[in-house]
C-alpha cells in the first residue's frame, strides 16, 4: 500500500532561521536587520551610515550564513516530535531552498535535533520537484508545507491534487506575513499542523478531490 507523503520546508518551519540571520548581520557585519519589512536587502542598514546593501550584497550575505553559521539555527518547538509521529505512517522529504553543498550540512544540521529524512535542495519555485516526488512515490495523498506564497502558487500550478499548508513558525514575522492565496490553510504551529495534516492523510484523498467533494455537499 502506497504510504501519504509529506514534502515540508524547512527554514522558518523547522527551524528558525531569520532571527538567527539577524543577530549575526550584527554580530559579524554590523548591519540591523529588521525583521519583516519585506524584501531582506530592504530589511538591512549598516550601523555606520553606509549606503544599504544591494541585492547582490544580500544574496552574498546569504551564501554566508548558509552553511557556515547553520549552527546558530534552532528548532521550532514540536516540530520533532510533530514529525516523529508522522513518520509512522508517511513517508518525509524536507525539500529546501538551498545550494546542493548545503544539502550534507542540512542532513547533518537536522540530524542533531532527531530529524532524520530525506533531503532535497532546490532552487526556484517548489512545484516541479514537489510533482516529480509525488511520481516517484507513486502519486499518494502528498502534503507540502512551507511559509512562503510564491511556492504554494507553484506547487497549486504544477501539483494541484497536492494539499498545500503555509506556516511560519516565527512568531516576529508571522503578523508581517500575509496568508498565501494559494495555500489550503494557514497554521502556524506544529501540535495544529500535525492534526490538519494527518486528517488529511486519513481522509485519503487529494487536494482537488477532496475540494470538489465539499464543494457538492
Known amino acids: 500500500m502506497t504510504r501519504p507523503l509529506l514534502i515540508c520546508d524547512c527554514d522558518e518551519v523547522l527551524l528558525h532561521m ?4 539577524r543577530d549575526w548581520l550584527a554580530d559579524a557585519h554590523a548591519i540591523d536587520f529588521a525583521i ?12 555606520d551610515g ?12 546569504l551564501g554566508g550564513f548558509f552553511p557556515g553559521e547553520m549552527h546558530r539555527q534552532t528548532l521550532v518547538p514540536h516540530a520533532a516530535e510533530a514529525l516523529a509521529a508522522l513518520a509512522e505512517t508517511a513517508d518525509i522529504v524536507i525539500l529546501t531552498n538551498l545550494q546542493d553543498q548545503c544539502r550534507e550540512p542540512r542532513i547533518e544540521q537536522l540530524a542533531r535535533f532527531g530529524i532524520h529524512h530525506r533531503v532535497e535542495c532546490n532552487t526556484g519555485g517548489k512545484g516541479e520537484p514537489v510533482a516529480r516526488l509525488m511520481a516517484e ?10 511559509d512562503l506564497g510564491v511556492h504554494h502558487d507553484s506547487v497549486m500550478r504544477h ?11 516565527e512568531p ?6 500575509e ?10 504551529d506544529w501540535p495544529t499542523a500535525q492534526g490538519w495534516i494527518a486528517a488529511r492523510f486519513a481522509a485519503g484523498l487529494p487536494a482537488d478531490r477532496l475540494t470538489a467533494d465539499a464543494a457538492a455537499c
Do not use: Y
Open 137 to 146: 512515490h507513486g502519486d499518494p495523498v502528498t502534503v507540502f508545507v512551507d
Open 179 to 188: 496568508a498565501a492565496p494559494a495555500a489550503n490553510a494557514r497554521i502556524d
Open 172 to 177: 516576529l514575522l508571522a503578523p508581517h506575513v
Open 18 to 21: 531569520v532571527s538567527h540571520f
Open 36 to 47: 519583516g519589512k519585506g524584501d531582506f536587502a530592504h530589511c538591512m542598514t549598516r550601523r
Open 50 to 61: 553606509g549606503m544599504v546593501p544591494t541585492q547582490q550584497e544580500m544574496w552574498d550575505l
Open 159 to 169: 501539483a494541484p491534487r497536492v494539499h498545500r499548508l503555509q506556516m511560519v513558525s
